[in-house]
């Protein structure tokens, strides 16, 4: 799922009646850090719906990765 579409989708693995959707975290180096994910109180959600939902959890984690992956601004020198 997630080589295809950038998310993975799961119901009832989690915990029962609820639906996961998740998408990989990269850091700079498009190394994998972590993912960001969003669980919904139900099971029976449309295909239509379920894609538009992760859709939108893939372009948040794009948002976190993209503000993960810039350096730390260096810190001001010299005296106030």
């Known amino acids: 799922d997630v080589a295809v579409t950038g998310v993975q ?6 915990s029962p009646g609820v639906t ?5 975290l ?9 993912s960001l994910s969003l ?6 959600i449309p295909a239509e719906r379920l894609k ?4 939108r959890v893939r372009f948040c984690a794009r948002i976190v990765s ?3 992956s810039r350096e730390e601004p260096e810190p ?3 005296g106030a």
């Open 52 to 55: 538009f939902i992760s859709d």
């Open 39 to 44: 669980t919904i109180g139900e099971t029976d």
């Open 66 to 68: 993209n503000t993960i």
């Open 76 to 78: 001001p020198t010299g």
């Open 26 to 34: 990269f850091d700079g180096r498009q190394n994998v850090i972590g």
């Open 20 to 24: 996961g959707i998740a998408a990989p």
């Open 9 to 14: 989708t799961c119901a009832l693995a989690i």
